[in-house]
């Protein structure tokens, strides 16, 4: 709802709720349809973690199930009721998924968590990025002082 200047019993002007034009019924008009329903995952529908020894033959079985090459390297899990279902990359940001299940809210979430991880690892420790607010002539003697310790 908008506010709309409308008509006062004091003789001031008062600001009264109008609908919004959006919600307004207009003659002849046929109500509006739901042409595709949108699915709400609740946090603790999945789980997302990264991939181990012990997990190459789930990479292998997604790979199969999705006629793709099974993942190898570092990568990333998503489980839905405690099956894995979907995979990716970090090497190269390839997805495995199982088709007969919906795994396209996981994949981008899976997308998501991927990137975080790459501009966790690209950040600078907190050692380094103090040192380099650091005046030079502070840290050559830093760095000399801390590589003879």
Known sequence: MRREPGGSRSGRRDLALRPCDGNVKRAGAEPATL????????????VIRMA????????????????QAPIAGRALIG???????????????????????????LVACLR????????????????????????ARYRAGFVTASATA
């Open 35 to 46: 042409t595709t329903r949108t699915t709400m995952f609740a946090a603790n529908t999945y």
């Open 52 to 67: 181990t020894d012990d997990d190459a033959r789930v990479l292998r079985g997604l790979g199969e199930i999705d006629s």
């Open 79 to 105: 489980e839905i009721d405690g099956t894995p279902v979907a995979a990716l990359s970090l090497g190269d940001g390839r997805v495995t998924a199982n088709p007969f299940r919906r795994t396209e809210h």
């Open 112 to 135: 998501m968590r991927a990137q975080a991880l790459n501009a966790y690892e690209a950040t600078p420790s907190l050692r380094d990025r103090i040192l380099a607010a650091l005046p």
